[in-house]
């Protein structure tokens, strides 16, 4: 529980609070252009680590990727999750948190509709 409390419920608040508070305090001029760059540095180098140390896990425990080039692959595309998706991923907890308060789901069901005699299954 402490867990879930620290990093999922707490994190999304966190990462987007200072995707935020770092280019406000640079435009303000609190912080110097040649921090500003550090940190935003430190910040996709550190969210990098992450993501390739997950693949090297992945990797050393299940051996699922037969040939170099795949890895290579996942790789590439953790150097690119981590420059962009990764802060939209934060948004969309930080939104999801906000808008969840305590509700519980409920899924809703579709009403079937039927295929009509003149209309094509695809646009």
Same mark, same amino acid.
Do not use: D, I, M, N
């Given at each position: 529980m402490p867990y879930l409390m620290g990093v999922e419920y707490l994190g999304p608040l966190l990462e987007v609070a200072g995707f935020a508070i770092l280019p406000v305090g640079w435009a303000l001029g609190l912080l110097d252009h040649s921090l500003f760059l550090l940190f935003l540095a430190a910040g996709l180098a550190y969210g990098l680590c992450l993501s390739l140390a997950t693949l090297l896990l992945e990797e050393l &425990?299940?051996? $699922?990727?037969?040939?170099?080039?795949?890895?290579?692959?996942?790789?590439? @595309?953790?150097?690119?999750?981590?420059?962009?998706?990764?802060?939209?991923? &934060?948004?969309? $907890?930080?939104?999801?948190?906000?808008?969840?308060?305590?509700?519980?789901? @409920?899924?809703?069901?579709a009403p079937r509709q039927g295929f009509s005699a003149g209309r094509p299954l695809s646009p």
């Open positions: &425990s299940f051996r $699922r990727y037969r040939e170099p080039r795949h890895l290579l692959r996942l790789a590439g @595309a953790a150097a690119v999750e981590s420059v962009g998706l990764r802060q939209l991923h &934060s948004w969309w $907890r930080l939104v999801a948190l906000l808008t969840w308060r305590g509700r519980p789901q @409920a899924w809703h069901s």
